[in-house]
């Protein structure tokens, strides 16, 4: 897994999230309480002398670990985040899973509509999944939530893309270049916390964190940061081989994240 150079994609990613808050009007985060999401966090703290700007969003279906609630309401109170909390069903649809699927979406569209929200900072990497490697640092959403991932816009030099359709929003990706192992090690530099069942019992831990219902646990006996990096840097398996709905064949997500699916 290549390492890249931490303060140099830390400070691309300041200055995405500096020019997301500069060009839009009402910008927004989302926190699904991973690692990921909590980095970018950290880094709009660093960006903003010490304050995440904006509202921090999580779709809650209610099933989550209980671990990343206690993880939610801890570190929103001490980083004093405006956090909103948009309530998700869980219910059978035909595209993804009923937990995490195209639901999550529908909720986000709900929240977004009620607070006018015109930007949307998302923690996706390209090295998750193939889907997302189609992916822009703003990457502009109809008012259906619906992305041309056949028409992306290039972003050659710095030079990212505003907001194309005035009544949908566009997406922004300040850790698209990272890895998963540049975000753990970043974590140890930074000190950043962490929900606790990213660690080892002793026998297992969680790599990617979704809900109680399409997450299971990975053999692992990785207790600290140091020893996830370490176990990442001898793994070859797939990042979110715990995540259920990303065992469905690829045409599934893509077909979720061309609805709007985070």
């Known amino acids: 897994m290549i390492k890249q150079d931490l303060d140099s994609i830390e400070t691309k990613a300041e200055f995405i999230l500096r020019e997301a808050t500069s060009r839009f009007r009402n910008v927004a985060a989302l926190w699904s309480m991973g690692k ?8 709009a703290r660093k960006a903003f002398l ?38 998700s069903a869980i219910k059978r649809n035909l595209i993804g899973a009923a937990c995490c699927g195209k639901n999550k979406t529908e909720a986000l569209k709900t929240v977004m509509a009620e607070y006018g929200f015109d930007a949307l900072i998302v923690s996706i990497r390209r090295d998750e999944h193939g889907i997302r490697a ?15 991932y056949k028409n992306q816009p290039a972003e050659l030099w710095d030079n990212y893309t505003s907001k194309l359709d005035t009544d949908g929003h566009v997406r922004i990706h300040p850790l698209l270049d990272w890895n998963e ?13 962490v929900n606790p069942l990213y660690f080892s019992n002793g026998r297992q831990r969680y790599r990617s964190l979704g809900c109680t219902h399409c997450t299971t646990p990975l053999k692992s006996k ?3 940061v140091e020893g996830i990096i370490k176990e990442l840097e001898a793994d070859k ?11 469905e064949r690829e045409y599934v997500m893509q077909k979720l994240r061309a609805l709007g699916y985070m």
Not at 36 to 43: P, W
Not at 181 to 193: C, G, L, S
Not at 237 to 247: A, F, I, P, Q
């Open 181 to 193: 192992i540049d975000i753990w090690r970043y974590i140890k530099r930074e000190r950043i916390p």
């Open 36 to 43: 990921d999401s909590t980095v970018m966090l950290a880094i």
């Open 50 to 87: 010490g304050k995440v700007p904006f509202p921090v969003i999580h779709i809650d279906n209610s099933i989550d670990f209980p671990e990343a609630y206690e993880f939610r309401d801890s570190l929103a109170k001490k980083w004093r985040l405006n956090l909103i909390v948009a309530e």
């Open 237 to 247: 398996d797939e990042e979110r081989s715990g995540r259920s709905m990303d065992k």
């Open 222 to 224: 990785a207790k600290t």
């Open 134 to 148: 189609k992916e822009r640092y703003m990457s502009p959403r109809d008012k259906d939530f619906k992305w041309d």
